[in-house]
């Protein structure tokens, strides 16, 4: 049995959040904030741009899944996507994909169409073989074959049949059958969109659902890419988000404002933001809503 087998999920959750506390109050005590300029830097300049956080991006996505596992486990944050994504229906665009934390919480048969996207091309590498190992993506690449399979055995069967008269002269043309005769074995279909998500390149009304987790504190202009999704969902779509934001806690708010300029250089993300206020200001409706992890965490169903 291995060292975590040994504890129930429950007392797993409690120790995480007790590491996470003591932590905090740690990180607070004791960890220097970055200072101020008084040279009159701007806060513009003295982030990041976005070209230099794409490449924090590439360079963190080889060992992200590692850093990241074990602190989403014991504070339950893997157990809020597998509930965000029971949501999840029609076609589906995923913002911000990263190294595919999510590829496993989809329930089968869910969607017709699934479009995992990111603009680092280091996070789309380790999405991809991700996706391609997983059990999702083993049924999509045998049933893609059976599709194929199916498709020259019928254009095989019609050739065959005009050649010898039984369906009249229709010649060469014969040979491309309707999509409609075809019939589609493919439950779920997969695409990967290497894309900056400020302006996403799918028309007005393309998805049932569009769903973003830990993206909006990355994003140089988190509303415009919030109006983005909002584009491209249909009447009556859902926006699935599971957020990195601002705490609730006074003491919390201040060490993240304290670590920020050396959180933001180090993942990349901005993780002080007001994420309820983001999605409103936007035009989104917020439908549901629930915070966790002394208020950092935002669980959001809009539309």
């Known amino acids: 049995m291995s ?8 007392q797993l959750i409690i120790g995480g959040l007790l590491t996470y506390a003591t932590g905090v109050s740690a990180a607070l005590t004791f960890l220097p904030g970055a200072s101020k300029p008084d040279d009159g830097t701007s806060s513009t300049d003295r982030f990041p741009s976005e070209t230099t956080r794409q490449s924090t991006f590439d360079g963190l996505a080889p060992g992200y899944d590692k850093e990241v596992g074990m602190h989403e486990y014991l504070l339950g944050i893997q157990r809020r996507r597998k509930r965000l ?3 999840a ?30 603009f680092s091309q280091g996070m789309m590498q380790i999405l ?17 074959r059976r599709q194929q399979q199916l498709e020259l055995e019928r254009i095989s069967h019609q050739s065959k049949a005009s050649s010898s008269g039984t369906q009249g002269s229709g010649g060469d043309d014969d040979n491309s059958l309707p999509q409609e005769l075809v019939p589609s074995v493919v439950e779920t279909q997969l695409r990967f969109q290497t894309m900056n998500a400020a302006a996403i390149p799918y028309p007005d009304q393309s998805f049932d659902t569009v769903v973003d987790t830990f993206g909006l504190c990355s994003f140089e202009e988190p ?12 009447p009556g779509g859902r926006l699935l988000l599971l957020e990195h934001g601002n705490s609730h ?19 990349g993300c901005y993780w002080n933001r007001e994420i309820e206020e983001l999605v409103k200001e936007a035009g989104l409706v917020v439908r549901e809503k629930e915070r966790s992890q002394l208020g950092t965490v935002y669980y959001i169903i809009a539309e």
């Not at 975590?4 to 999920?9: A, D, I, T």
């Not at 029609?90 to 699934?114: H, M, Q, W």
């Not at 806690?249 to 993942?267: E, T």
Request: charged share 30%; proline share 1%; net charge positive.
């Open 223 to 234: 509303v415009l890419v919030l109006k983005e999704m909002k584009r491209v969902l249909k």
């Open 85 to 87: 994504l029971k949501q």
């Open 249 to 267: 806690w006074g003491f919390m708010q201040d060490m993240q404002a304290k670590q920020l300029d050396k959180h933001v250089h180090k993942y």
């Open 128 to 144: 991809k073989k991700k996706v391609a190992e997983s059990d999702m993506g083993k049924r999509f690449d045998y049933q893609l």
């Open 3 to 10: 060292f975590l087998g040994r504890f129930s999920r429950t």
């Open 89 to 118: 229906q029609g076609r589906v665009l995923e913002i911000a994909s990263g190294t595919g934390r999510n590829v496993d919480f989809y329930p089968k048969g869910c969607c017709s169409e699934i479009v995992f996207s990111d």
